[in-house]
Each structure stands twice: as C-alpha cells, then as structure tokens.
C-alpha cells in the first residue's frame, strides 16, 4: 500500500500522442531557428538565479570540469550534494536539512553542470523551489513527510513526461508542441512521494544512441573528459548526476540508454525487465513497437539508491494504472540477503566473441575475480553465445519498418553523426518487414530466448554447488567513455535486452593513463590476436590509455528476468568483495 | 521447488515448426483421403479394446446420451471417473486405486464417449496402461507417489505436443507430418508429476472456433443435447470430460476456448492470464503472433482443480524453462483465503451492450445476485463499455495479415461452416496492416486496456467499501450451447481476453425446457425492446427453451490481470453462497 493509503488510480495516466503530432504536421520554423530558440529559453531561466553560474569562465579546452560545479558551494551545500539518496531522505525525514535547501544546492550545481556539459533541456527552478516549500511548510505543520522521498530533488530524462513542460525529446521537430497535459506514471509517483521535480535531461536525436547529441542543444559531454561523451542515450542524466547536480535520475533503456551512461560517468544504473517499473508517459519514435521495447529505471550514486526508486515505484502498485506491468511488489528483503546464497556463483563474460573488451575493462574483470574468489565465492567463465546473431535481430525488431518513420523525422531534422551511423545499419535493406516475416522475427527472438536461457541453466555442469549460476558479469561495453562520435558496438547491453534479463551497472575505479599498466589476464582468456570484424578493428585500433584518461571504469552485473530484487542484493555481495579486497 | 528436487531445465522445450512446415510442402492427399485413414487409424486402436465399447447401438437421433459413456462400469469403476481430481490424486496417493484400475476406467468411458461424441483425435491406451503399471511398481516399491499428479489420467487437446503423437490440431494438411519429437513444457510437466496421458482430444479447424468441427474427423457432439455444440475450440476436452472420460484436461483460449466449452458442458474452466502457465509447444497458424496471444489452462469438474493444475505447473518452475513466463509462483493461501476479503464486492454484467443474453443466463446471474446478496456480499452493476470496440480490434489483432496464412492454408482444407463465417469477418478488406498500422494498434489496444482498468478502478466511488469491485460477474456467452455452426458472438469471453484478465468460469445448473420459466429480472436490467444490430437480431430469433433443452448454464467470474489465485479464492466464495442459498 502506499504510505499515505492513497489509491493509485487517482493518477491520470497519460496517452501519448505527441509523436504523431510531430509526424502529421510540420513546424514552419527550420531546426536551426527552433535550436536557437529552444537554447535562448534555457539560458533565460538559468539567467534568472546569477548567483548559481560560475563566477570564471572555463575555457573549451579543459578537460576534466567534474570538480567544478561544486566549488563555489558552501560547507552545507557541499555535504547535502554529496549525500546519495537514501540518506538524504533520511536527513529530509530528520529535519536536518529543509527541502528548500536541498533543492536549492541541487539546483545551484546544476547550473554550472549545465555551462560545463550542456546536460540539461527544460529548467523549472522556481517550480521546485515552491514544491520545496510547501513540502517544509507540510513538515513543519504535521510532523511528518508528504511521501518516501520527501524533500528529494529528482532529474528527469527529456523524453519522460512531465506535466506542463515540454517534451521535445531530442527533435527540434517536436519542441514547443510537446508541452505535457500530465505527467508520466514514473514521475506522478515521484510527486506523491515527495519529490521535488526540477530539470529534464538531454538524450540524443532518435533515442537510438549510446551517446548523447542532438540539433536542439547539441552534444553532452563528459564532465571528466570533455572530449568523451558522457554515453547515451540516458547521457544528460549521466553528466549532471556524476558532478552532484542530482541525487537520482530517471532513465530509459532499450539498449545500453541507462547502462552505458551510468558505466561512463562511473554511476550505478538498473536497466529492469520489461513491465517491472512504470512506463507509461515515454515519448519516442515507434509508439506502439511492442517486438522488444525498453524499461525505465534510476540512475544513482550508490546501488542501495537503485532498491530505493523501484521499493517507491511499486509501492504506489503502478499495476494499478499500467495495463503491460505485472503485479509483483518490490521485495526489499531480497536486496538485503534473503533467498541470495551466501557463496554465489558468478560466471565472467571476458569478452563476447565480436568486440574484445579494452585492456582496463580486462583488468576490471580480473581484479573482481580475484576478489571474488578471495570473499569465498565460486567464479567460472561465461561462454558468449550468439552476440553477433542477437545484435542482428534486435536491430531488425528496432527497424521494424525498414527505419521508414526515422526517416521520415530525420528529413527535417538532419541526423547528427551517430545517428547517421545507427541508420547505416537499418536491416533489409530500408524496408519494412512483412506480418509473416514480423512472424518469424517474434519466433527468432523467442527461440534465442530458450537457448540462452537453457545455456544459463546448462552452467550447473560447471559449478561446484551443481546449480546454475547465479549471475553474469560482465563489461559494459567493449571501452570507457568513447571520444564523441565513435561508439561502434552495442553488444554488451543490447544482448540483455534482447533477452529481457535485469541488469546493473557499478563503478570500479577510473583510469588514469599516466600510471595505467596493464594486468596480465591470459590465464582468464585468450584475446584474439587478429581483429575478427571491422567493428573490432576500429574498436581496437581506438585503445591508448591517453585517449581515456580520467573515465570511470564500470562492470554489469546481470540476473534472469524479473529478478531486479536478486541482482542488487548480489551486487551487494560482489560490491563488499571488491571493497574487502582492497 | 519441484517435489523430486528434479531441476526442470532437464525438459527438452519444444521448438514449434510444424505449421511452417505444413505451410511449405503440400499433402499429395487430398484431405477427405487423410480423413479417412486418420478416422480408420483411431477405430483401429479403440478397437484393440471392444470390452469398453458400448453393447448397443445408440441412433443419432438419440439427444441426451450423457449417461451412456459410464453406463457400463462397475460400482467401483462408477466410483473411480466420478472422483474430481483433487480427491482421486487423493485416493492413488493412498493407494486406495491402483494407477492401472484409475486408467482403465477412464479409457473404458473414453471410448464410449468418441462414439457418442467424436471427442477424440489421438488414442494411446497401451502407453498409458504402461505408464500406470509402471507409476503403480513405483508406488509398490517405494511407497511413494511420482509426483503430485501420481496416476492421474490427463486428456490433452490435439495442438498440444504429446511426444510421438501427431498434432494434426483440426487440419488435414497437417496429420501425419506433425507427430511430435517431444512433449509441449505443459505436457512434459504432467508426466514429471505422475500423471497419465491417455488421449488427445478434437479441437477446429484454425482453433479460430468456439465450436469443434473440422475435415479430418468431423464434429464433435454435445452429449447433453447432440443437436448442440460442445463448444471450442477445446471442444473434445469439453465433451470427454462432462461424462466423465477425463478427470482433467488441458485446453487453450484467446477468445474464449477454454470458457466456451466448459461453460457449455457445465465444467470448470480457468483462462489465466498470458506468461502465467506454460505454454510453449502449441501447434497453430500465425506461429510468432504476439499482438494478443492465448492462454494454457485446465477445464475440469470442480473449482479445486483449476487451482491443483495451476500449483502443480508452478511447483516445477516452468519460467526457468520459457522465456516469457513470469516467475510467479502459485499462491494457494490466497485460492484458500488469504487477502480474499469475507465481502466481496461484485459487479454484475448483464448485458455487454451489445448481444443480450438469452433468459436462462440473465435468470441465473439474478440468482447469483440474490445468493451473494443473502450471503453478506455486495453487489453492484458492471457498466458495459466498448464490447464492439473491443470485438472490432481483437479482430484485427488476430488477423494482422489479412487472414492470408489462413486462406492459404484452407485452400487445401475447405472451411468448416464456422471458419466460412469467420473468415467472413476478417477486417481490413482481407489485406495484411503496414508496420506503422500494426503499431497503432498496438497502441489502441493498450489505450483500449488503460481505458477499462480505469473503469474498473472508478468503481470505487460506487461501492460501500470505497474500494474497486474485486471481481465481474458475468455471462460467458449470450446463449447456452448453441445449435451447431449458429455461434455468433464472442464478445462476452474475449473480451478479457483482449484485456489479459483472469476468468473462471462455473456451472449452475442445466436448462429443463419443460419446466422452464423466465424470472422477472427487470429490477436489474433494462433489455433492449429492439435489436441493435444483425448478431443480436440473430441471436435473439434463436431464443426457444426447447432447442436449448439439457443444455448447461454457467457463468464467468473474472478478476485482475494475473490474478489467478484471487479468481479462484473469490470463486469459493460466491459458490459458497450460490450453495447456501438453495
């Protein structure tokens, strides 16, 4: 039950509409202007809090900005940002902190997380800090917290609706027309318990991208390495979370879109199964695409964060309002340990057959097994099955129409470079499948499904418990951050997709290239010594410790379907062994 | 876990390609020549066993032969088949009967009732004698059952793979080259759990039926009344099991094929809810739809078997073996109380708005209201809304290509009179829908589903609790069985099947034309003076209780979306008070 006993079907759950408004009629302005116009909106709201800017200005050649956004903060504000969520609801609920002033030193960061990495879309301080109000007024007058997340300022990717701000989601084409009735189901709950809603988030053109870029506002970059890209498509979530610009973001994942951001800006970030979190009130291309479809989740700083967003998501019972999701509340006992082995089996994907991993994403892997196996716990490696195979059916379940509806967008709205990319790759050859091949595709993916689900289960030859294993982990993706414009494969997350499995990314360090010496993994895998595909040369010839200077590193842990509750009280374990190891 | 311990990744799941296969290559028989010998091939079998064949000869013109198939059997026999599941699980575990004895009454009345009734399809006494002798020297030397279902004889509808039989399901085209190389995940259960698989059992040609007719066999009689069907599609499970030829079976529904039959043969019948049971290894055209898809469950002769299939199926973790099952296990505490509240709260559909129900069906949901009233409960009325709506996209779903797989696949196999009217319904002019189409009906579905949960939801501000209805009452048709090839309107079952709700569906008596009196239910409903449209006009020109003469009358209780055990639990009640109340 919700805490306030509140039924959830008092939220209006929204009807998304915008993207065949966006198709059927045309702005008269071109892309450029709308950009312009969408930028100067930004910079006037910003404009109106001048004491939250930077008083210097940075020059385009620093690299890393990340310490920046909070120098200029004082002591307090300081400690308030560096605070996950979990506790600074705790202070929220203690009355050590006042809404106000949490939501005021999100917001001051974030303005010059903003001018530093060009992360954000639409800006409503001044909402939040009347939400932050009231909410100290309601503290003050009962005692007691509207909700779990009282007081908890909360950012918001752009494509998410949000009652009363746009919506424009990365096409110029849809700005200013996508100005939200209603708010997503996701963020109608964040409001009833208590969050304080106060910035969108940018995601690339299209969605379909694991970097963040678009010809409204342009490229997100890195805080740590601004010639990198902070990933994507969840990627204005990733750099403003990473600089303490938000406690916690909401994200969406369909492909790598909460992963590869959270494992690039060195954040934790569950991409669920399908229908386990709200979802309702997403706009996007493909409206009604149900052969694979994506999930939101959080993106945070710490991974009990993560169990925090999805314990408030469902205990709201969003299967209430949501037809697609499954009636299964959140199990927080699971996180803490129930049911999860005290001496897991973990099997270790080193690499996935098509794009070997970089040597510092090698060397992760090594130093968490070695910790692993130090804490007691059973490691084995994970044989790749079909990585190749499953990125070439996900791409054609993605372009179900032969990329017609991109396309068509994309004619006034010219694609940005990874974009363009992305449609090179459309599958047969630009045209759309047939319902008998849409059939056989659905049945393709069906059966991949059942082999590497039984794959999973035939592991039990391989363990010592004679159970399968109990997770996978695995890199995020074949390198760091990439420099912008040059993520090439999508391998590593999309396959869990494909698959529907839960997974979680965690940092576990971040490289810096002057003392970086690589650790001998020989005796864990055979690397290829040729490159077996164009994709991997390119990815291979991109490796030189100078060009990652600075970037996180991060590991995905993954666990069946539906089993959100499993990974992170696995993660748990696997974080205290890393930890214990050091 | 499974009572053995036995890990069910052990289960070969079937990969399903026979209709492609039937699609490819064409019989070089025509179909009445593979009628014949699929014909000749089941007597030839039924007769290794002419003790259990019926001394007389019963002319067609014979209606009611609903006692004949146990008319034969010794005291003790009699006793045997009029066990309900539950309780003859019971009795084997307690070795009160043996497995042989159990089986050999079901197969004596079974083939009595194919005679009566043309029932069956695939005949496999001699294996199940086998398995039984061996299920009974297991029991002897151990002392201990196989497993939950130890002994119990389990019919199977024809589309379902039985390994090593055919799965001809209703089309000539297909007998012969489809036998099974292993068991549907379902099927493969039954046998891990002790049960015996003795017959498979008529189901119509495309499934597309809720009657049983098709070119290899025939119809399939009602035995209560054989001027009228049994229902369909799982039509021979419906007529074996009311006289008692089959303690249990399994059946499959996406408009209604499991309710229909069981409502007509005065059974219980449960359509859970999509990725509750198992369901891989299922024969039937349009392999890969997924746009609205059917649901796997048991049609039995008392309420606490539904729930015994459901908790054994779980108990052996079927979502470790079938991708999109969810990993829910079987709650018996709530079919047996828990969290069911002790007042219910129930709305009464009386009439969809579309077909009214004949006078029989809208008598009985005034008794039950009458009962559930006396009983404590609360009632209140169900406001139809958008049944042709739904009708009109359930269409469509299920005829994404235009019917042509159909088509093709009938030019072979000439449509029974009930697919010649259904193929008359196909939409869209008979043309396959585009991408961007098949996406936005992707979309009116889920607006279609968001819309009633709504409406559902909205309940609350009519009810004394404040809280939604727990459950709909409801017609499961709007007449009785019907003359054979004069069904009509589906829309009463699926409905719910388009919503992906729970439903169970119940007997309450059986139509005595003789006595017959209509009840005044005018407090509860206004009828239509005037038809609304040509199906109700046809529907309520069939109305005469003589035609309808012995036929059953039962209703449908249906609950949330993967709420099975609610449904369940929520049913004793109301048979509770239904009992209570005589």
């Known amino acids: 039950m919700p805490p306030d006993g509140d039924f959830p079907g008092h939220i209006d759950v929204p009807v998304m509409s915008a993207p065949v408004l966006g198709r059927t009629t045309q702005h008269s302005a071109a892309w450029e202007t709308i950009s312009t116009r969408k ?26 900005v990340s310490s920046l956004p909070v120098s200029g903060l004082t002591p307090r504000e300081r400690e308030i940002v560096h605070h996950d969520a979990t506790s600074l609801v705790e202070a929220l609920r203690e009355r050590r902190y006042t809404a106000v002033e949490v939501t005021r030193a999100f917001c001051h960061v974030a303005t010059i997380a903003q001018g530093l990495t060009n992360c954000l879309t639409e800006v409503f301080f001044g909402e939040a800090l009347e939400r932050a109000t009231e909410l100290d007024r309601h503290m003050q007058e009962t005692g007691k917290p509207v909700g779990p997340l009282h007081g908890l300022p909360v950012s918001i990717k752009d494509h998410i609706l949000v009652k009363g701000r746009d919506t424009a989601s990365g096409y110029a084409e849809w700005a200013y027309r996508t100005v939200s009735d209603r708010d997503a189901v996701a963020v109608a709950i964040l409001r009833k318990a208590g ?12 969605l379909l991208a694991l970097e963040t870029n678009n010809n409204i506002y342009g490229r997100t970059l890195n805080p740590f390495n601004r010639k990198l890209t902070p990933g994507g498509s969840s990627g204005g979530e990733g750099a403003l979370i990473s600089v303490h610009g938000s406690p916690l973001g909401i994200g969406t994942d369909i492909g790598g879109s909460i992963r590869i951001p959270a494992a690039h800006m060195g954040l934790y970030g569950l991409k669920g199964s399908v229908a386990r979190m709200p979802h309702a009130g997403l706009l996007g291309s493909h409206d009604g695409m149900d052969a694979i479809t994506g999930a939101l989740g959080p993106i945070a700083t710490s991974a009990r964060d993560l169990a925090l967003f999805c314990r408030v998501m469902l205990q709201y019972r969003p299967w209430l309002l949501e037809p697609p999701l499954i009636e299964m509340p959140w199990r927080q006992d699971v996180v803490d340990g129930v049911d999860i082995p005290n001496q897991l089996c973990i099997a270790i994907l080193w690499d996935d057959g098509v794009v070997a991993p970089h040597p510092p994403i090698l060397d992760a892997l090594k130093r968490a097994k070695d910790a692993l196996l130090a804490a007691g716990h059973e490691v ?3 044989e790749p099955v079909g990585h190749q195979e499953a990125w070439d059916l996900i791409l054609k379940l993605y372009f179900l129409d032969g990329g017609a509806e991109y396309r068509e967008t994309l004619a006034h709205d010219p694609p940005v470079p990874q974009i363009e990319w992305m449609m090179s790759q459309v599958p047969n050859d630009g045209a759309p499948f047939s319902v008998a091949e849409i059939f056989r595709l659905n049945l393709a ?22 159970r399968p294993v109990d997770a996978v982990l695995s890199p995020v993706a074949p390198t760091l951050a990439p420099p912008h414009d040059t993520t090439r494969w999508w391998g590593y ?16 360090g971040r490289l810096d290239a002057d003392e970086y010496r690589a650790r001998d993994v020989s005796a864990d895998i055979v690397l290829p010594s040729d490159s077996r595909n164009p994709t991997e040369e390119f990815i291979r010839a991109q490796w030189a410790p100078q060009t990652y200077h600075n970037a996180a590193v991060s590991l995905q842990l993954i666990g069946r379907r539906l089993n959100e509750e499993r990974v992170l009280g696995m993660l748990r374990k696997v974080e205290d062994a890393l930890h214990s190891s050091h």
Chains 1, 2 share one sequence.
């Open 380 to 382: 084995i490696t994970w």
């Open 493 to 508: 997350t999309s396959y869990w997709n494909l698959m529907d499995y839960s997974a979680a990314v965690f940092p576990v």
């Open 445 to 466: 993916r069906e059966a991949f499904r059942a082999k590497i689900l039984q794959h999973w289960n035939s592991t039990e030859a391989r363990t010592r418990t004679g």
């Open 39 to 64: 930028i100067t909106d930004r910079e006037a709201i910003l404009a109106r809090w001048p004491d939250w800017h930077l008083k210097k200005q940075v020059p385009d050649s620093a690299l890393d």
């Open 195 to 206: 969050a304080v809603l106060y910035v969108k988030t940018a995601n690339p053109q299209t």
